[in-house]
C-alpha cells in the first residue's frame, strides 16, 4: 500500500515538471512571437517608406526628363 502511494505521488510530481515545462516553452513561444511581430511590422513600415521615397524620386526624375524634352522640343533642338 505504502509503494502504492508513493508511485502515484511521483506520477503526480513527474506530471507537475511536465507541464510546467510546456508552459514555459509556450510562454517562451508566445514572447518569440510577439516581439517578431513587432518587429516584422518595424520593417514593413520602413520599407513601405524607402518605397514611397523612390517612387517620388522617380516621378520627379520623370517630370524633369519630360520638362527638358518639351523646353528642347520648343527651341528646336530636339524634334520628336
Known amino acids: 500500500m505504502l509503494e502504492s502511494c508513493f508511485s502515484s505521488g511521483m506520477e503526480v510530481e513527474l506530471l ?3 507541464a510546467s515545462t510546456i508552459a ?5 513561444t508566445a ?10 511590422a518595424d520593417m ?3 520599407v513601405n517608406l524607402i518605397a514611397k ?6 516621378e520627379a526624375v520623370r ?3 519630360e520638362f527638358f524634352a518639351e523646353f528642347l ?3 528646336k533642338v ?3
Open 24 to 28: 514555459a516553452i509556450a510562454t517562451s
Open 44 to 46: 514593413e513600415a520602413r
Open 63 to 65: 517630370n524633369q526628363i
Open 16 to 18: 507537475i515538471g511536465f
Open 53 to 58: 521615397s523612390v517612387k517620388e524620386i522617380t
Open 73 to 75: 522640343g520648343f527651341k
Open 31 to 40: 514572447t518569440l512571437a510577439y516581439w517578431l511581430r513587432r518587429k516584422f
Open 78 to 80: 530636339l524634334e520628336a
